[in-house]
């Protein structure tokens, strides 16, 4: 004899549904209890304060005896004294004549004579650049020809830069280093003017001017038999030796 199940008694045919149901409910269970709030209450007792005595203080008045102000001071009074003087001298009165030329009055002719006037030649001051020179400015000590002149100039410049070179200690400490480009004006006299530097640091800088203002007068230099000014460059370079 065959078994034969009976579709309702199977038990398992609508479990997808109940584990959905359920699901739901455990879910909806799940959110009322996380959002579910809850307040401390206090208990608050309210009690009526009756006052049966009332105690009025009595303020006493004070008062201040203040002084009156002292009266403000009387001004002086001046008297203007006029005194009558008689008319004893007479005086001329000063008639104001007008300076404008109307057409009635005569021009009167005359010569100007023109002075002679002293024309006085200002000597014009040239600078020619030391490459182009007929005579280079001469050093103190220097001799011989122009060529021999300029070889001395550059070797005297080196000689006078060894002797008076001193890097700043304060550009020393700070590890200030590089070249600096000193500029300055040997004049027609044979100073040494208008002492100009461009470099790395203010320091470096001034230590080049301080080398470039020691420089000795020299023998200016000349252009066409005439004693003119002659511009000059130098680097000088400013290195750390470790």
Do not use: W
Request: net charge negative; charged share 30%; with cysteine.
């Amino acid at each position: 004899m065959e078994l034969k199940k009976n579709p309702k008694a199977d038990v398992g045919r609508n479990s997808s549904l109940y584990f959905a149901v359920g699901l739901n409910v455990m879910l909806i269970l799940t959110y009322v209890g996380l959002e579910h709030k809850t307040y401390n209450t206090d208990t608050i007792k309210a009690d009526v304060l009756m006052l049966d005595d009332q105690f009025d203080e009595d303020i006493p008045i004070t008062t201040i005896n203040i002084p009156p102000p002292p009266p403000p001071a009387q001004k002086p009074v001046i008297t203007e004294l006029i005194t009558i003087v008689e008319d004893v001298a007479e005086v001329e009165e000063t008639v104001v004549k007008s300076t404008e030329i109307g057409q009635d009055d005569i021009i009167e002719e005359r010569e100007v004579n023109v002075e002679e006037v002293e024309v006085v030649e200002v000597e014009e001051d040239i600078e020619v650049p030391f490459s182009v020179i007929e005579k280079v400015p001469t050093f103190p000590g220097c001799k011989g020809t122009n060529a021999e002149l300029r070889a001395c100039f550059e070797e005297k410049m080196q000689a006078h830069l060894l002797k008076n070179f001193k890097y700043p200690q304060a550009a020393a400490d700070l590890n200030i280093h590089g070249r600096v480009f000193v500029f300055f004006l040997i004049d027609k006299n044979g100073k040494i003017t208008k002492i100009k530097s461009r470099g790395p640091n203010h320091l470096l800088e001034k230590e080049a001017e301080r080398i470039m203002s020691l420089l000795p007068t020299m023998e200016p230099g000349r252009q066409r038999d005439r004693n003119v000014s002659v511009p000059y460059s130098i680097p000088i370079n400013f290195v750390l030796q470790e």
